[in-house]
């Protein structure tokens, strides 16, 4: 099975929902992963954690106390 994140042109169809609902593409890239790993979870695979940890990554954080 090949999912749409593993296209070269995975934004494209991204692009077209935002600009078709005047949408940030963003959130329908986050709305696809989320349902992404919904899926997964149902199905019982473990998902792709990529996402996830470059989510996490830009998620500005206060420095530990």
Known sequence: MTF???QPDFG???AVVGDTLK???GLVEKDYWLM???T?????????TKK???AHARVER???V
Do not use: Y
């Open 4 to 6: 749409l994140h593993e």
């Open 12 to 14: 494209d169809p991204l």
């Open 23 to 25: 949408i940030d593409p």
């Open 36 to 38: 992404h790993t919904l």
């Open 40 to 48: 997964a979870n149902a199905d019982g695979i473990s998902p792709s």
């Open 52 to 54: 996830r940890t470059l």
């Open 62 to 64: 206060p420095d530990a």
